[in-house]
């Protein structure tokens, strides 16, 4: 795909629902709107200096239990994890056969303010990394190179806003 196709396709605006849904659970736990906000923008500006759009792309296995409609809910992980979020499908599934993940990779569309949420609602995932493309795994680490923004990070830039600290 072109980069100018790609780039209009992943770096649009972001709705007003992506960024409401991440200001509510910001809300939720307990930081308000006027804290969350700025912190969501410097975090997307940020994300956009590296290249990267708001809409992403997470790799999944498939055929664990849950993961269908009608199967039985999974009980919440429990050990920590790091959410890998691609700017294409393609890098996703590129990353998945070049670390040969089992199952069949299912790919899911998300907003970065959901990934943000997701964080801040489930202690268990540690960070989000977004992935920098070309995909470059640095020799002897499991993870490839991108931007990664910790749970801790996130919690002490919105208390740090919520004290008029400069982000």
């Known amino acids: ?75 919440p992980f429990t050990r920590p994890r790091t959410l890998l979020a691609f700017a294409t499908a393609d890098t996703a599934l ?17 907003a970065f303010a959901h990934l943000l949420a997701v964080m801040l609602q489930q202690p268990t995932i540690r960070a989000v990394l977004v992935v920098d493309e070309p995909l470059v795994i640095p020799v002897g680490q499991h993870f490839p190179s991108g931007y990664t923004i910790s749970r801790p990070d996130l919690h002490e ?3 740090g806003a919520a004290h008029g600290e400069p982000l």
Do not use: C
Not at 46 to 73: F, N
Not at 94 to 110: C, E, H, N, T, V
């Open 94 to 110: 590129g990353f998945a056969q070049r670390m040969r993940l089992s199952g069949s990779p299912r790919l899911r569309r998300i």
């Open 1 to 75: 795909m072109p980069p100018s196709y790609r780039n209009w396709q992943t770096k649009s605006v972001p709705s007003s629902d992506e960024q409401a849904l991440f200001l509510g659970t910001a809300s939720q736990q307990g930081y308000p709107a006027e804290v969350a906000l700025p912190v969501y923008t410097q975090l997307l500006a940020t994300l956009r200096e590296r290249g990267h759009g708001h809409a992403l792309y997470v790799y999944r296995v498939a055929g664990r239990e849950g993961d269908s409609d009608t199967a039985p809910a999974t009980p």
């Open 157 to 159: 830039m919105l208390k």
